[in-house]
């Protein structure tokens, strides 16, 4: 009777504690992503304009312009 409980119990766990995992995997941040937090002390405007360049916050056109007016300086 005791051990039939135990399986009943680890049906229900296991499949829960699966999904919670599941869940987790897929809505988590990366580790090596780059966020405020964990942002190397070497990051240079530079390296933020290609960022925003290479997620399509800023057009081509944005870019060129501002990487320009970084350079000259």
């Excluded at 699966?18 to 941040?29: G, I, N, P, W």
């Amino acid at each position: 009777m005791l051990l039939g409980s135990l399986w009943m119990v680890l049906i229900l766990v296991v499949p829960l504690l699966l999904l919670f995992a599941l869940l987790k995997y897929l809505f988590s941040k990366p580790r090596d992503a780059i966020t405020p937090e964990n942002k190397p002390e070497k990051y240079s405007p530079l390296d933020t304009l290609k960022d925003a360049y290479a997620r399509g916050d800023i057009s081509r056109e944005d870019y060129l312009q501002k990487r320009d007016d970084l350079l000259e300086k």
